[in-house]
């Protein structure tokens, strides 16, 4: 087992506010993606365990929907503060599991304690609305009342801040969570069950559970008590789900894959577009919903553009998260190692030009997860870089002349998460106006905050999360209308 995972870090089922699972049939094991060490090995949860979950859940849901929600936001309050005060601790599990570097790990947690206090303040201001509804002599009032139990499935790439971003809302509203990470990356989300425990929230409002994706959430959408499901993944695996939830009318969000343009405009501060591209692009190593997957620069700045960005990424000190000068960790696993070959081989084969990086760094002693970062000019939307996410430290760059074309390109895809926008503010804004899609950076590349919308369009899903729009999905509106 890797030493530095940090003592006190849990490592088992969390359901109804106890740790079980020590007589699991089957564990699996934990794994730096950096070095392929065991971190630590967790157990196999399936059915059982999600029929357990969605028991405590149930059970505490009656006491934690009738408690005050002034006294849930302190709940939560305290969450986020227990969070920062194990920044460090929770960073480096974090990095661990998922191999992004330390600082990003760092700012991951701070983020995830955002949402915790966004949702604290909307726990504050929910209360009933007196509406007029047209009907004499009768007092019409709007109810928010919590959903019920909800499901979380969240995905290895931020494994703290999706389940941040579901629970804190949830327990806002008055619902109970049964959840289940990634199974790459378990640890923080154990980790979030037991801070939250420590802050107040009662034992049972968030389960967190490992195992079998399938048998999990097929057990959660037959399950009459779940209401409400949110999962954060792969437009594939969010249909099956939603076909999944149909049985039961369980209310889906989902946040699903991206395929984000990042348009530079004519006129655009080159300096920044580059600092906002590399800031975007190579975050997590590409490995975000959100994060740039084509590039189309006007032509009078392409080259210049393209020399500037290539120059930028082929300074990134690549390796491990846990060392202190890295500024871009591994990939996740072989898999998307190959997918980012794939979409680079592609390119160059239909006359893409390789302008930095294109292949794995050999990293003494470790597994060859390590992908340069990679700038790509010449591309062309027939290339498979510019028809699917990547979702690696690629960055194919395509010239346009008219921003008319730049904008139908854009516009041309199933997916609408994200999109960024490049250039003279007036301009940029009313270019970020049309596209098709949930979230916009216009001259920002890291649009996002726990309390702003997040969500997308098309493939990419629908539900919002964050401030008052991620509580709403966890509210069912009653309407009373009472004759005094
Ligand atoms: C994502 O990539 O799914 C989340 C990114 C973010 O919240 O900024």
Redesign the pocket.
Known sequence: MAQVYAAGMRNRWLIGGAWSGDHAAEWLEVKDPASDACITRVPVGGPLQATAAVDAAEETLREWRATPSAHRADCLDAAAELLLKHQSALAHVMTQECGKPLTEAVGEVR?SADYFRSAAEQARSLQDESIDSHRPGVRAVAVSEPLGVCAAIT?W??PL??LA?KAAPALAAGCTMVAKPAEETPLSALALGELLLEAGVPHGALNVIVGDPEAIAATWLADKRVRKLSF?GSTEVGRLLMRGAADQLIRCSL?LG?HAPFIVLAKADLAAAVQGAMASKF??AG?????PNRFLVHQSLAVEFTAALAMAASELVVGSGLDAATQMGPLINDQAVAKVKAHVHDALQNGAHLVSGGRTLALSGRPDRFFMPTVLSHCTTDMLCFRQETFGPLAPIMAFEDIAHAVAIANATPWG?ASYVYGPPAEAERVGRSLECGVVGVNES???SAYAP?GGTKWSGFGR?GGRWGVQEYISTKYLAVRD
């Open positions: 983020y995905p790439n931020f801040a999706m971003r954060t946040e991206g975050r997590n490995q975000t919903c959100i994060c998460l890291t649009p996002s997040f999360e």
